[in-house]
C-alpha cells in the first residue's frame, strides 16, 4: 500500500462519485434519527449544488495507486448559505449568525475513507490538509463541522482533533461542531 495525496480540480469531481455515494450509504446505516433523509442524498444533491454555490472548493482525496480511497470536501461559503437548507431538507439557520465574525464561514463539508482503509493516519492526513487549505483564507475565523447523529466514530475524530460541539440541528439529526 502507497498512498500518496492529491488535490481534485472542480472539473474532475466526477472521480468522488462512488466515494460520495458510498459516504452517503454510511451515513445512513449509522443514523437512528431520520434515516429517510438520506434516501435523496448522493453526489448530485450533496457535491454538485455545493460546489456551485461555494466561493472556494477543496477537494483531496487520498490514492492507492490510481484508486481514490478516501477524500476530504471543504469549502468556503456566505454565512447564509447556511440559513435553512441541509442537501434536500430545510430547516432553521444551521447557527446563529451573529455569532459568526466576518460575512463567510469555513466548513469540512465531508469526509470519506473506504472501510479497509481506516486508522491508518489516512484521515489526520485527509484532516490537516483541509484544515491547512481553510486557515488560508484570513477572513475565515469560524470553521463549522456538520456530523450525522448514529457516526460517533467521526464525531470523537473531530473532537479529538479540536473541535467543540455547538449545537444540534434537524431535532438532533446533526451535531454542529465549530473550531474553539
Not at 101 to 119: A, T
Request: with cysteine; aromatic share 14%.
Amino acid at each position: 500500500m502507497s498512498i500518496c495525496y492529491e488535490v481534485i480540480s472542480e472539473d474532475n469531481l466526477i472521480c468522488i462519485k462512488d466515494l460520495c455515494n458510498d459516504l452517503m450509504a454510511y451515513q445512513k446505516s449509522k443514523v437512528y434519527i431520520h434515516p429517510e433523509f438520506f434516501d435523496d442524498m448522493c453526489f448530485e444533491t450533496r457535491v454538485i449544488p455545493s460546489v456551485k454555490s461555494a466561493k472556494a472548493n477543496y477537494i483531496v482525496a487520498a490514492k492507492d495507486g490510481d484508486e481514490i480511497v478516501g477524500y476530504a470536501y471543504s469549502t468556503i461559503s456566505p454565512k447564509e448559505t447556511y440559513s435553512g437548507g441541509f442537501a434536500t431538507l430545510q430547516c432553521d439557520a444551521f447557527f446563529d449568525f451573529d455569532s459568526v465574525k466576518n460575512d463567510d464561514v469555513g466548513c469540512l463539508s465531508q469526509f470519506f475513507i473506504r472501510e479497509d482503509y481506516r486508522n491508518i493516519g489516512i484521515g489526520s492526513v485527509l484532516f490537516e490538509k483541509s484544515m491547512d487549505w481553510l486557515s488560508s483564507f484570513n477572513s475565515i475565523s469560524d470553521l463549522l463541522i456538520f456530523v450525522s447523529n448514529g457516526n460517533d466514530s467521526a464525531l470523537k475524530f473531530y473532537l479529538d482533533k479540536g473541535f467543540k460541539i455547538s449545537h444540534q440541528i434537524l431535532n438532533g439529526f446533526i451535531t454542529v461542531l465549530r473550531n474553539s
